[in-house]
């Protein structure tokens, strides 16, 4: 199996900002000469917190009967069942495990910092050209860092979605991504290049125009430390199954990054 026959990132309708049903993605998948496709919906909370950009808490079990019908339909494509969890402090790291890894008998889950937690415990989503003071920014990163030590998670979604909130590459803010780098050696955790960013528009930095994310400098640090890096689409339309990875697997062969998306899909095909 090729890295570039594995996507271990999309979504479907359920989270109600992506639209297709798990039959459509696989259908997609098949034509496009995937072998193993990984559904990582958006985690849903018991108390529906966060809920427009997510399925409900009671629509987990129909995402995984969709996802076990596809299995049943598409026998020529190894089709993985996650979810990209959110942590939220309100929940226990158990709860990810216990209530959404084990009981659901997931294949995989990943999980990135969509937000963070202030001081006064608001919510801070990472958004595009918000010009995000640097201890803002931190939190950010020290959220990643926390969810690779955590153990949990097989890879981490978008490290560097923050980016998309920073005016300018400086010496502060390439140390804090060598955390990242650091950590994720250490953990053993891959980090994903996510294509995700390359569909959305190119924005009007004081810094110059670029897309949000990725962003080229951030995977140059990686290089230096030796990360692991997973390549993904972060599929939200069926016909964005393989959506930019070309463009992603070039910032991994510019870096010579290691590409891990065959090897962890055979471990996780293994394990599930
Ligand atoms: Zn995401
Ligand atoms: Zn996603």
Redesign the pocket.
């Known amino acids: 199996m090729e890295n570039r026959q594995v996507n271990l990132h999309c979504h479907t309708y359920l989270c109600k900002h992506a639209v297709g049903t798990v039959k459509e993605y696989c259908q997609k998948a098949v034509e496009q000469g995937l072998r193993v496709l990984g559904f990582s919906e958006h985690s849903p909370f018991p108390d529906n917190r966060y809920t427009s950009t997510r399925m409900d808490y009671t629509q987990l079990e129909l995402y995984c009967q969709a996802i076990d019908e596809a299995r049943a339909e598409f026998p020529q494509l190894t089709i993985l069942k996650g979810l ?1 969890i959110d942590v939220d402090p309100a929940y226990p790291l158990e709860f990810y495990q216990k209530e959404l890894k084990e009981r659901l008998h997931l294949d995989f889950i990943s999980s ?1 910092a ?1 937000f963070v937690h202030d001081a006064d415990g608001n919510v801070i989503f990472a958004r595009t050209n918000a010009h995000y003071p640097l201890e803002l920014v931190r939190m950010f990163m020290e959220k990643n860092i926390f969810l690779m030590k955590s153990g949990l998670f097989d890879y981490i ?2 490290p560097d979605m923050v980016s998309g909130s920073i005016d300018a590459w400086t010496p502060e803010i390439k140390e804090l991504f060598t955390q990242v780098m650091k950590t994720s050696v250490e953990c053993g955790v891959p980090l994903e290049i996510n294509a995700y960013g390359y569909r959305k528009p190119i924005i009007d930095y004081p810094s110059g125009r670029r897309h949000a994310y990725p962003w080229p400098p951030v995977w140059e640090v990686a290089a230096e430390y030796g990360v692991s890096c997973v390549v993904s689409s ?1 599929a939200h339309r069926p016909e964005d199954v393989f959506g930019n990875m070309p463009d992603v697997f070039a910032i991994a062969e510019k870096n010579h990054l290691r590409c891990v998306n065959a090897e962890l899909a055979a471990q996780l095909g293994i394990r599930g």
């Open positions: 990209e990135g969509h979604t978008h972060d």
